[in-house]
């Protein structure tokens, strides 16, 4: 449904994004993930046809969204960051206003209007001015703009920030109910978002993919864990044994090199626990060679460790006060 | 279609908000004002030239004030960048708002004519020269409010878009002052790119296709550069 072929954005000389390659199927919801300044928001901008890509294509249910664009753009729901509502507006007008915009029709606009007012739960303030809301009511009205047209491709960029606890709660199974019928791009920051609602996840960096994998095998690969390379000149079996009973190891293997090279071991440890010299005397008091050692820095944990692993919101709900906090 | 669905939303946003009224009230009483004293001067005929000339002068500033919030906005609040990204051409969008500014204009224009109905209520003015000079108010207002919408499309702030409108219509209006001071060809293109220099011809009741088609080409050139203009904000 969605296809991004090579993407990369230069802002002047600057690479907000390089090569940015992925698909997404129809039905799946794909979440973004990546500290701020990652390039999500880039992205997402020229999947949606905002801006033209420096390099590479982007093609939406099949159109190109550069050459094709306005085929292509029928097909996009999007929630940008900013949330950018006609502030002098009333909800109503604006969803009026945006539905026109996407050559709906009358009786069709009014149908999904009472819908989206429905699911994002904005009924008491179906005539306000949208200058008058809150933050956590904007973003939502930005939401039911995004789904009225029921769009095959919802692009939503950061679409809980800014909504309370408990409505964060919500608009996650809102937006979880919405893969299945619609192809989903969320982008976020925070960790267990991302293992709530999606069931694919790319991690970006700098610009680039760093990673791409279901939530649960990711949170697998970064289960607090810390490196160690070495080259140890001496028996494998014996020095492959001797690196496993270290204190803290939890998995040493060997690295496949070249032919006739000092072989080179991989050492696994649990988070926060210092074992490189513990591994240098093991080796050394055996006798063997030890010709190398180094921490490696994993970069995918590094990057993870600035995202925003705390859901700080969700826990300061306590269950037993929901209604009372509702109010 | 689009293009409506946006005049519309710009149409109903001009008279939800009290800025277009006080722009609207403020042309007209000035032009009513001057329109007295023309009135009221010795030796004062009745025709409507004093007050199509005090109307034409103040288009400069009625069309940016009108025009500056239809582009600004949508940049500021960042609404463009959900325009831009529903199915609708970028000439829709400015087409939309274009013709929204000139409805507006005209609304403004219409009132005007409580002045020339007094003059027919106290004198006897040439129906020729009032209807040319009307159409000439038209075309310079259409003209002027391109101008207008280019420099709302250039910033997200108002103010800026309104004094880059006033600016290039100041030019524009006045090159033939500097026209007079030159000689041969540059006098001619300075004359000819004059607004002031093609409007003159209408308040004498003269309708000349050559000034019908320069106010034309400046409202074609203006809307392709505001168009351009917009394209070029994708590429930022
Ligand atoms: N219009 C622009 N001009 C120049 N640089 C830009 C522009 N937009 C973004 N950038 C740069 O591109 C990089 C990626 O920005 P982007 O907004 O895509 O990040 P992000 O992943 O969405 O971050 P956040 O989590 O803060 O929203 C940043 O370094 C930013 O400074
Ligand atoms: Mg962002």
């Known amino acids: 449904m969605i296809e991004v072929n090579g993407v990369s954005k230069m802002f002047g000389a600057f690479p907000a994004i390089s090569d940015i390659s992925f698909k997404v199927e129809p039905g799946e919801i794909l979440g973004f993930l990546g500290p701020n300044g990652a390039g999500k928001s880039t992205t997402m901008k020229i999947i949606t046809g905002f801006m033209p890509p420096t390099d590479g294509n982007v093609t939406i249910a099949g159109y190109d969204i550069v050459t094709d664009s306005l085929e292509a753009r029928k097909h996009i729901g999007y929630l940008p960051e900013t949330v950018p509502l006609y502030t002098d507006m009333t909800i109503k007008d604006y969803l009026e206003y945006m539905g026109r915009l996407r050559g709906m029709s009358r009786d069709y606009i009014n ?87 999606c069931e694919r996840v790319i991690i970006i960096h700098e610009g680039q993919i760093i990673a791409e994998d279901t939530p649960e095998n990711l949170a697998q690969r970064l289960v607090g864990s810390e490196r160690v390379d070495l080259d140890v000149k001496g028996p494998q079996q014996d020095v492959l044994v001797a690196l496993q009973q270290v204190e803290g190891v939890r998995e040493a293997v060997r690295l496949e090199g070249q032919p006739g090279s000092v072989p080179r071991y991989r050492v696994q440890s649990e988070l926060g626990i210092e074992i490189r010299a513990e591994l240098a005397s093991t080796v050394i008091n055996s006798g063997w060679g030890l010709l190398r050692l180094d921490g490696v820095i994993m970069s995918l944990e590094e990057i993870f460790l600035r995202l925003t692993t705390e859901d700080e919101l969700i826990q300061q709900v306590d269950p037993t006060q929901e209604d009372a906090s509702a109010e | 279609m689009n293009t409506f669905t946006v005049a519309w939303k710009e149409i109903k946003g001009y008279f939800s908000t009290p800025a277009a009224y006080i722009v609207g009230a403020m042309f007209l009483s000035l032009t009513g004002i001057f329109f007295v004293f023309d009135v009221t001067s010795p030796f004062a005929e009745a025709s409507v030239r004093g007050i199509v000339n005090w109307a034409s002068f103040f288009i400069v500033f009625l069309a940016p004030l009108l025009t500056m919030r239809l582009l600004a906005e949508e940049q500021k609040l960042g609404t463009l960048e959900l325009l831009m990204t529903a199915p609708v051409r970028d000439w829709e969008v400015v087409l939309g708002k274009y013709i929204a500014s000139l409805i507006m204009f005209s609304a403004t224009i219409i009132l005007t004519l409580y002045y020339v109905l007094l003059l027919y209520v106290f004198g006897q003015p040439d129906t020729g020269p009032v209807l040319s000079s009307y159409l000439g108010l038209m075309l310079h207002g259409a003209a002027a409010l391109a101008v207008g919408l280019l420099g709302s499309s250039l910033s997200a702030n108002q103010i800026v878009a309104a004094v880059v409108g006033i600016a290039v219509l100041l030019m524009l209006s006045f090159v033939d002052r500097v026209g007079s001071l030159v000689s041969g060809v540059a006098a001619d293109v300075l004359n000819g790119l004059s607004l002031n220099a093609h409007v003159t011809d209408f308040t004498r009741g003269v309708i000349d296709t050559a000034n019908v088609v320069y106010f034309l080409s400046i409202t074609a050139v203006f809307l392709f550069l505001t168009i351009r203009s917009m394209e070029t904000r994708r590429w930022r």
């Open chain 1, 111 to 197: 149908q999904r209007i009472s819908e989206v007012i429905d699911i994002c739960n904005l009924g008491d303030y179906y005539s306000t001015i949208i200058s008058k809301l809150s933050k956590g009511f904007r973003q939502r009205v930005g939401i039911a703009q995004a789904i009225l047209h029921e769009p095959d491709v919802l692009v939503l960029d950061e679409p809980t920030i800014g909504i309370d606890p408990i409505q964060v709660v919500e608009t996650r199974q809102l937006i979880k109910n919405l893969g299945g019928e619609h192809t989903l791009i969320v982008s976020t920051h925070i960790l267990p978002e991302v293992s709530q609602i």
